[in-house]
Structures are given as structure tokens and as C-alpha cells.
């Protein structure tokens, strides 16, 4: 069984550009969640997605960011106007059943803004 | 939201050597995990543990929920264990896990 994917797996912008970032959760996975790492700081959460429907995305920085969860499959992640502080590896992690069950994460994007 | 303190921040061994690493939460949680984040920035499973106690190889954890901590132990450290230990913890009211701060272990040869 594949794992969760994420792509790209680097990712160099420069500021004010807009970047799109991609997981694919593993089949059969209805919580889709992103965190992000940055500045070498704490994983901080993102948003969550239950299928197609964003069940909290209190973590979300700013209007900058936009996930979407396109039917209830893959989920993009898109930066746009990228700034400097938005460099960092970006997480995604997927877990089936109830949304307490164990989280599977994908081996992150990493993203440079210079 | 739920507090996650991880101790000690950094710890440096020698090869051979065990070690023990702490997790402490503010609240009850349906959930908890051990993570290591291998130098690629990988974040590998290592368990998910709730509550109770698993090994699996080299490493071992405890949960005591009751008492709101748990134990990831590393016996017999090898220089491939270096790398940073997270640990996440999710409750029922709350679909997000919150991650602590983790500890940055360091393994020399």
C-alpha cells in the first residue's frame, strides 16, 4: 500500500511568486491534515480536511494560503504571493476512521522563498 | 488548546548508551504519537500509543494517560537515532494533533 505522497519535494521561489504544493493521502483515507515546520520551530497544524469539507483550518497563516481538497482525494496547497517567513517544510498526514486515529505523514515539501 | 512540553530539549550521548525522553500534556487525549525526524527532515512513525505500554526493537514507550505523560526510551543508541524525537497528541474535540517542541538527539560514535 502506497503511503502518503507529496510533491514537489523542494520547492525554490522567489518572493511574490505563487506555489502550489500537492499530497495524495493514502486510498481510503478521509482526514487529510497539513503542518508545517518553520525556521527549524515547532510542527504547527495547518488545517484538516474530512473528505472534500474543511472540518478546521484555524492554523492557516493568512489569505495567502489555499487548500483545497479536490472530491476527497488529493489535496493542493497553494502559497500565493509567497513571502520570506513562508519558507519552511510543509507537512501532510492522512488517518482513517475517526479523526483520533494514527496520523501517516508524507516526507514534506520544503520550501525556499528568496 | 492542549499544552505539549517535551524534555529535555537536546541530549547528547555516546553510542551504546540509553536514554529517556519525556512528554507531558495538558490535557486527556485520545491520541498520541512518537515521531523522529530523521536529517532528510523525514518524519518517521515510531509509535502510536494512547495509552499503555509497546517495543518495537530498541525503542519502547509508555503512556500513563491518567497522569498526563509518556516515555519514548532509546536503549542502546546508535549514531542512526540521531535526529529530532516529536511527540503529537490529538483529544477528541479537536481533529489536529499539537505537536511539542521536541527533543534534538544527538548520538556520537
Known amino acids: 500500500e502506497a503511503g502518503v505522497t507529496q510533491f514537489p519535494s523542494h520547492s525554490v521561489i522567489e518572493k511574490g511568486q505563487t506555489v502550489t504544493l500537492r499530497c495524495d493521502p493514502i486510498s481510503g483515507h478521509d482526514n487529510l491534515y497539513w503542518y508545517r515546520r518553520v525556521m527549524g520551530k515547532e510542527i504547527k497544524f495547518l488545517l484538516h480536511?474530512?473528505?472534500?469539507?474543511?472540518?478546521?483550518e484555524s492554523g492557516m497563516p493568512n489569505n495567502r494560503f489555499l487548500a483545497e481538497r479536490t472530491g476527497g482525494t488529493y489535496s493542493t496547497l497553494k502559497v500565493q504571493p509567497a513571502e520570506l517567513e513562508d519558507s519552511g517544510v510543509y507537512f501532510c498526514?492522512?488517518?482513517?476512521?475517526?479523526?483520533?486515529?494514527?496520523?501517516?505523514f508524507g516526507e514534506g515539501s520544503r520550501l525556499t522563498v528568496l | 488548546g492542549i499544552q505539549v512540553e517535551q524534555s529535555p530539549p537536546d541530549l547528547i550521548l555516546q553510542e551504546g548508551a540509553n536514554s529517556t525522553l519525556r512528554c507531558n500534556f495538558s490535557d486527556s487525549v485520545n491520541n498520541l504519537q512518537w515521531f523522529h525526524q530523521n536529517p532528510w527532515g523525514q518524519l518517521i512513525n515510531l509509535f502510536y500509543?494512547?495509552?499503555g505500554t509497546k517495543q518495537n526493537g530498541r525503542l519502547s514507550a509508555t503512556t500513563v494517560a491518567t497522569e498526563r505523560y509518556s516515555l519514548l526510551y532509546i536503549s542502546s543508541s546508535q549514531t542512526t537515532d540521531s535526529g529530532v524525537y516529536f511527540c503529537?497528541?490529538?483529544?477528541?474535540?479537536?481533529?489536529?494533533?499539537?505537536f511539542g517542541d521536541g527533543t534534538t538527539l544527538t548520538v556520537k560514535p
Open positions: 498526514a492522512s488517518s482513517q476512521g475517526h479523526w483520533t486515529g494514527e496520523l501517516f
Open positions: 500509543i494512547p495509552s
Open positions: 503529537a497528541v490529538g483529544d477528541s474535540n479537536a481533529g489536529k494533533s499539537t
Open positions: 480536511f474530512v473528505k472534500e469539507s474543511k472540518q478546521d
